[in-house]
């Protein structure tokens, strides 16, 4: 076993090698088998049947809607259950009454955290740092498997190139090498490296294929798209997340090439089992059965045949399997192999959970009351919130003393309910720390903290409903816009330092939550202006949930800190980084552009035909706009610490690599400021002339390091002609020779250069 700092066990990386596997498969293959032999036709098709739970108390499941489906064997698995009695007596029925005995599996979505919250998926890949996100889907996994999940629907991979769409929070931003990183440590912080110890929990991969390039970022709109981008740019992430071991996928909503995921033959069974050898199972999202019939693909019988002939296992909801497929084998329009075979991938994953030897493996009620948000897993959370922080704009205003007095302004400063961010099904809101409770705690008695709310988060009462739903409430103030603005000017006067939480809600982002405008609401901003009227230095905390259009903010105001929204402890966080306890280090793993006109938006453009001359901002008959700049307002990679980093130039062990050969790129990076400090040291590359158009640049390699002041290190990168492939226009995986450009460092945008060639 090995420790970490915060008291976490991580599991000991035990590799299984290849003959052990074999004999593990033959016996798990036996155990199927012989299962299956004994199950009826209609016990199979109820495996393949994932229904919502219903809401039942503890102590009544038997009596609930769901009871005699499970009894029936109608039912593979329920999802969102909260609470091990409650689990554990659901499973009591389905071992107890069943005629199979056959043990449900449960499902949650832990996107980021179960009750100890972390921050945002979009917030935890701006850590760049891979061993906090895999530690943080680790204390995920203990806790959620304390209390009965086995499965979570998580990491979900979707690249995300449209800040419109609002479930870019949900994701690792705009590049697949970075989000591939990001899926691979997610699935071992779940997983680990055996599914059936008790503190494990299966993964789940989503939404396969392409969700995230819903067309003009609204949610659940069409895609459509080159395959060639599809292999280079949208599905390394799922293919990495697949070769880390995920034992589940999700069918995403959307089309691909016409035909909706879960229908897609080609995208389920040819590139992900084929091509990619995934063996575990695939689910269907929410009701994606029956959405098939909007889609127009046929009536029920007819798309829940599609789904299983395309390689789906699982019905999440829409009982389109278990309605139909018996049915749809008498017409010959199924057979009873592809039943079998989807049956058997469910059986197979719960047999590698453990829940054949042990249906109650993961409903230890004493587990579930101890290791659900504890002190050490909260302390890790609070350290995970403080790197996932971007300091995007710094005029000598932070960090800030603990001393004088602090007004302390905005709708989201006293708003603990809103800390944890969209997707926190197993959260207690009201238990999160607040920013004005975390900077209370921090100054303690040495500095004042004086606090108006100054705004409500709209002037349009319905939009704020809309934006503060299921329990997120930021208790909206009944008085007048002008009425709040004084009252937050009257202590602003009598204050050092004004620092403004603005931005948006927690549910103006996530699902279903996508958005035209990503300004910060009028209200805010008008507020925001009288501040800066003032004089006094002001520090803006910015809530979002997605890059927003801060063109304005980032000329006007002093001090702009992201904070997206940092999980149950943001409050200490942010206090932690406001006041300098730590220094700030996150890096945009998404754009901020300047305007939604821009969108999408990402640093690994193509050059196209008429790319803008150096140094221009607009040329007649070149490829921008007339009225903004192609640049972003903050780009790729950038994020800003409280001490400065001086990159020396790139040095080259040899700028030619020999097919399968290497060369290495190296900088020394050297601290020049007063605080101990993190960065990313960003390796891009681009390829100048291929057999189809090659992006600007793209990210090869990252690697964060810590220096003290006066410190220097050297960072070196590994070139070879691994790292130089892509997917051609046969889709064939090939590094082609050549000449390159190689990029090293602070952001996408400020690097300096060198050349090499591939012979
Ligand atoms: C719909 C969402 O798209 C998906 O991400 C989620 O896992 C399921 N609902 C289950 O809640």
Known sequence: MKFIKAGIVLLATIHMNASAQTVTDQKMNKFVDALMAKMTLDEKIGQLNLPQAGDFTTGQASSSNIAQKIQEGSVGGLFNIKGVEKIKDVQKIAVEKSRLKIPLIFGMDVIHGYQTTFPIPLGLSCSWDMPLIERSARVAAIEASAQGINWTFSPMVDI????????????????????????????????????????????????????????????????????????????????????????????????????????????????????????????????????????????????????????????????????????????G??????????????????????????????????????????????????????????????DNVLPLKKQGTIALVGPLADAAENMTGTWSVAAEFSKSVSVIQGLKRAVADKAKILYAKGANLTEDAKLEENATMFGKTLHRDGRTTEDLKQEALKIAAQADVIVAAMGESAEMSGESSSRTNLDIPDVQKDLLKELLKTGKPVVLLLFCGRPMTISWESKNVPAILNVWFGGSEAGDAIADVLFGDVNPSGKLSMSFPQSVGQLPFYYAQKNTGRPLPEGKWFEKFRSNYLDVSNDAVYPFGYGLSYTTFEYSQIKLSDTTINRGGSITASVRVSNKGNHD????????????????????????????????????????????????????????????????????GTNSRDLSEANFNLL
């Open 160 to 331: 995300s190139r449209d800040a419109r769409w609002g479930r870019a929070a949900e994701g690792s931003g705009e590049d697949p090498f970075l989000g591939s990183a990001i899926a691979q440590a997610m699935v071992r912080g779940y997983q680990g490296d055996d599914l059936s110890r008790k503190n494990t929990i299966m993964a789940c991969v989503k939404h396969f294929a392409l969700y995230g390039a819903a067309e003009a970022g609204r949610d659940y709109n069409t895609t459509d798209m080159s395959h060639v981008r599809m292999y280079n740019e949208y599905f390394p992430p799922y293919k990495a997340a697949v070769d880390a071991g995920a034992g589940s996928v999700m069918a995403s909503f959307n089309e691909v090439d016409g035909v909706p995921a879960t229908a897609n033959r080609w995208l389920m069974t040819e590139v992900l089992r084929n091509q990619w050898k995934f063996n575990g199972f695939v689910v269907t999202d929410y009701t994606g059965i029956p959405e098939m019939i909007a889609h127009g693909l046929g009536d029920l019988k007819t798309v829940s045949a599609l789904s299983l002939k395309a390689g789906v296992d699982m019905d999440m909801v829409g009982e389109g399997f278990l309605g139909t497929i018996k049915e749809s084998l008498k017409e």
């Open 677 to 744: 400090g993190k960065e990313v040291v960003q390796l891009y590359i681009r390829d100048m002339v291929g057999s189809i158009t090659r992006p600007v640049k793209e990210l090869k390699g990252f690697k964060k390091i810590s220096l003290k002041p006066g410190e220097s290190q050297d960072v070196s990168f590994t070139i070879n002609e691994e790292l130089l492939k892509f997917y051609n226009g046969d889709l064939k995986y090939v590094a082609e020779p050549g000449a390159f450009k190689l990029f090293i």
């Open 333 to 394: 329009t199924l057979t009873e192999d592809q039943i079998n075979m989807a049956c058997r991938r469910i059986l197979e994953a719960k047999y590698k959970l453990g829940l054949f030897d042990d249906p109650y493996r993961y409903c230890d009620v004493k587990r579930g009351k101890t290791e659900v948000f504890t002190p050490a897993f909260r302390k890790e959370a609070r350290q995970t919130a403080t790197q996932s922080f971007v300091l995007l704009k710094n």
